[in-house]
């Protein structure tokens, strides 16, 4: 029986050894906390995370302001009875149109009714 004791000692031994407890630092001082939630560069060829912006959109897609028309252009052609928003595809160039700037600019110079979605020339 002293064998089987001496083994059972053995074995409490080795099952404390073997049974080590692991800390998990959830925030808190250093550790995760510190480090941003998404890993910049995680994928070659992403773009940068950061504030997204018409201006910054027209940017990075190489189109300027300068590609718009003018409030002369734009108030030519809208009709008197105004113009919705499903026809302005219709009445303006599709690269004016794609321009992220390009909606602003509408509603700078046209008066914008929410209510029926149309553009109208401003008195």
């Known amino acids: 029986m002293g064998g089987a004791g001496a083994g059972s000692d053995a074995e409490m031994s080795d099952a ?3 049974t080590k407890k692991l800390k ?3 925030g808190g001082v ?3 906390s510190s480090r ?3 890993p910049s560069g995680s994928r070659p060829g992403s773009p940068a995370p950061g504030p997204a912006s018409s201006a910054s959109t027209a940017a990075a897609t190489g189109v300027s302001a300068a590609a ?5 252009e734009i108030l030519a052609l809208i009709p008197e009875k105004g113009l ?3 026809e302005l595809v219709k009445v303006f160039p599709g690269n004016w149109v794609r321009n992220p700037l390009f909606i602003p600019k509408m509603k700078e110079f046209a008066r914008w009714d929410k209510g029926t979605k149309t553009f109208y020339v401003r008195t």
């Open 36 to 38: 941003p939630a998404t």
């Open 30 to 32: 250093g550790g995760a």
């Open 68 to 72: 718009l028309p003018s409030k002369e």
């Open 24 to 26: 998990l630092r959830l």
């Open 16 to 18: 404390s050894k073997a």
């Open 84 to 86: 919705p928003l499903s």
